[in-house]
């Protein structure tokens, strides 16, 4: 019975964690307005305080009365999951004020405020589970495939049918399902049933708390919130304030209505440049009021593209606009829209915030403006617009500027710079001109702003030639996996690093020393395959974005497969390979590196192959499927080749592991990947691994096969 009753645990571990982890990761793209870089610092905080849990675990022996103390802990971590979305909403609203951009201190602060319970325990809670198992390796892929059906349930069922906070509960329910489980190894049945009735009672209290009220009251300060709705592309909500509707993704502002001076500043810029625009092409921003612009110019078809499609769903019908004859709505991405349409367009008016994630930098990038360029007239027009202005330019946006100049200069013969309450790139091959006042007042076009009584040409001219004297071609090329305009936001967004990070990261670097040099070679082959692991999970879920534009649903898919991957490793490293570990253990790790250096390849392949979009993430599930599955067999294979202490072996490596991961999922896409670009960060990533293996084969001596 209590054999059976420690596979429940381990398996009900593995659900929570996981179920958790995917709706953490989802709610903190909302709070921090869906930068994917985010992904990799709130997974490599989990990890490392799930590591430090794991190495707390060493001192489980020393408990009297184990499997009380576990109960307790199990009953403990049911209602953490709750509070721990609390902690991040609370976070956000008591912390960050309304309307500011959190920095990296305060990413890294939440994360590891808002996960240190849950992952201390849950460390020490499989680290000791582990201990009570006969094959402590077996604990491995018990909870992997607990991760497993967690993923699978929350992915296919719960986020289709249920809103996040809702399924958390949900989620901690079944979870206590597992904890009755194992109250039923106890004699006494009364003080574990008291204590499920109290987390209960907890769970209760925390569903009847108005905290996502509080979250909201302080992330849109007097504002209605009139929709809130989560979708595969993120939270969507709008607000109502000031006579005017207000649209987020994410927590970002995308566009608001009644913006007169904004949506004919948008339109008329690009608009006035093309003799007679009859077809046209407008990517978001549709429900601002910019389609009452353009239907000033008669156009004979306008084809409005908006990714989210519950955006349209939510409001069309009190938007007058769309119900024009000449506009035709399409939900989805973009680039594909792009990339399968046969129409040619005269105007492509793109009406995007600035690109602060790559979901909105692969709009701006050199690949997509082929496309775009394809589905041109020969004088066709493209319009973008960055938030910076001439009066004031500061470092970072004048790289912003640098590189969509650039870029848009690879493609198109003219770019032409308008400042205005934005500054709006014009590019086409055909001749472009500032005398937007002049070609308004002859073409008739009624407008309120943009004309010659609020424009003065000679300013503009000298505005315009002031930020073109101030651009440097030298900044590069904005590409799907080099980004250098999300880099570059994103660079801005790390600006106080020098003064803030030196003594952070001083003490991190210290710690990982220190922690090197106190590894076996098997532990160090943990770590190195963990880092690969743990970089690569973020790196695929960051070409996913590249590629299809909505990691937001796809995050829980890759952790599922992860952990599929993981539970299956685990299995065949325990049953197949149980002749000669230390070689099977060498060329794990050869296999490894290599793969570094041939994922990075396989996933630019992707995107140059013009694949269907099943196809893509078929292959991407294919690549994490493998990954996981060697990191899996090497973690089984470790426990033959390390000390004979069970729990000792357990809490070094299985924390050597997540702190390998912990390190890999923040440093590699938070900065090797800015650095030195996708395919270098794969050949560091084999010469890590390749050290590794150097390790254990130099001290190959020192094993005792278990």
């Not at 084809?303 to 938007?319: G, Q, T």
């Not at 013969?413 to 002049?438: H, M, Q």
Request: a positive charge.
């Amino acid at each position: 019975m209590r054999k059976n009753a420690i596979r429940s645990a381990l398996f009900g571990l593995g659900f929570l964690s996981i179920s958790t982890q995917i709706y953490l990761l989802r709610e903190s793209l909302i709070v921090f307005y869906g930068n994917e870089l985010i992904l990799g610092i709130m997974l490599s905080v989990w990890m490392l305080l799930t590591g430090a849990g794991a190495w707390l675990g060493r001192y489980f022996s020393g408990i009297r009365r184990k499997f009380r103390f576990i109960l307790f802990l199990m009953l403990l971590l049911s209602a953490l999951p709750v509070l721990m979305v609390i902690k991040l909403d609370l976070y956000r609203a008591l912390v960050l004020p309304a309307g500011t951009m959190a920095g990296l201190n305060d990413v890294i602060y939440a994360a590891f405020l808002v996960q240190l319970p849950f992952c201390l325990v849950n460390g020490f809670l499989f680290s000791s589970l582990s201990t009570l198992l006969r094959r402590a390796g077996n604990a491995y892929s018990i909870e992997s495939f607990g991760s497993m059906v967690a993923g699978t349930i929350v992915n296919f069922i719960l986020l289709w049918l249920f809103p996040a906070w809702l399924s958390l509960f949900l989620v901690s329910g079944l979870y206590l399902v597992t904890v009755v489980f194992f109250s039923f190894s106890f004699q006494n049945r009364m003080v574990p049933l008291l204590a499920i009735l109290v987390s209960g009672l907890l769970l209760y209290a925390l569903f009847r708390a108005d905290a996502r009220g509080v979250g909201y009251r302080s992330m849109y300060p007097g504002q209605s919130v009139i929709e809130d709705k989560e979708t595969p592309y993120g939270q969507l909500v709008i607000t109502t304030g000031s006579s005017q509707l207000n649209f987020y993704e994410n927590g970002l502002l995308m566009f608001s209505s009644g913006d007169n001076i904004n949506n004919e500043e948008n339109v008329h810029y690009a608009m006035v440049q093309h003799p007679a625009p009859k077809n046209i092409l407008l990517v978001s921003g549709g429900l601002s009021g910019a389609i009452r612009e353009i239907m000033k110019y008669h156009p004979q078809r306008v084809d409005y593209v908006e990714l989210n499609p519950a955006l349209l769903r939510l409001k069309v019908n009190s938007i007058k606009d769309l119900e024009k004859k000449a506009v035709f709505l399409h939900a989805g991405d973009a680039r594909r829209f792009v990339k399968n349409s046969s129409a040619v367009y005269d105007v492509v008016l793109i009406l995007l915030p600035p690109p602060s994630s790559l979901q909105l930098n692969r709009l701006y990038t050199s690949e997509f403006l082929k496309e775009l360029k394809s589905r041109l007239s020969p004088d066709g027009i493209v319009s973008y617009s960055l938030p910076t202005t001439s009066d004031y330019v500061s470092h970072a946006g004048e790289r912003l500027n640098s590189i969509l100049y650039t870029t848009l200069k690879e493609t198109f013969r003219n770019v032409l710079l308008v400042p205005g309450g934005k500054t709006y790139f014009i590019a086409s091959d055909s001749e472009l001109s500032l005398d937007i006042p002049g070609m308004i007042a002859r073409k008739g076009i009624p407008t309120s702003y943009v004309n010659k009584y609020y424009l003065d040409v000679s300013q503009m001219k000298e505005r315009s030639d002031y930020m073109k004297a101030n651009l440097s071609p030298s900044e590069g090329i904005n590409n799907d996996f080099r980004p250098l305009m999300f880099f570059a936001q994103m660079k801005y967004w790390m600006s106080y690093f020098d003064r803030h990070y030196i003594a952070f990261f001083l003490l991190l670097l210290l710690v990982v020393m220190v922690a090197l040099f106190n590894l076996t070679p098997v532990n160090t082959g943990l770590f190195t395959g963990g880092f690969t692991a743990g970089a690569f999970q973020v790196l695929i879920l960051i070409s996913l974005q590249i590629y299809c534009g909505y990691v937001f649903q796809l995050t829980g898919f890759v952790i599922m497969l992860f952990m599929l991957g993981l539970a299956l490793g685990s299995l065949a490293g325990a049953k197949w390979l149980r002749n000669d570990p230390f070689r099977m253990y060498l060329a794990l790790q050869m296999s490894l590196a290599a793969l570094s250096v041939l994922i990075p390849l396989a996933l630019v392949m992707i995107g140059r192959m013009g694949l269907p979009l099943w196809m893509i993430q078929a292959k991407a599930a294919g690549i994490t499927l493998v990954l996981a599955f060697l990191v899996g067999m090497e973690y089984s294979l470790a426990f033959r080749l390390s000390e004979r202490n069970k729990a000792l072996a357990v809490s070094k490596n299985y924390s050597a592991d997540l702190f390998g991961s912990a390190l890999g999922a923040f440093i590699v896409p938070v900065f090797l990947f800015p650095l030195l670009g996708l395919m270098n960060t794969g050949y560091a990533l084999a010469l890590l691994n390749t050290a590794g293996a150097a390790a254990l084969f130099i001290k190959r001596r020192n094993f005792v096969p278990l």
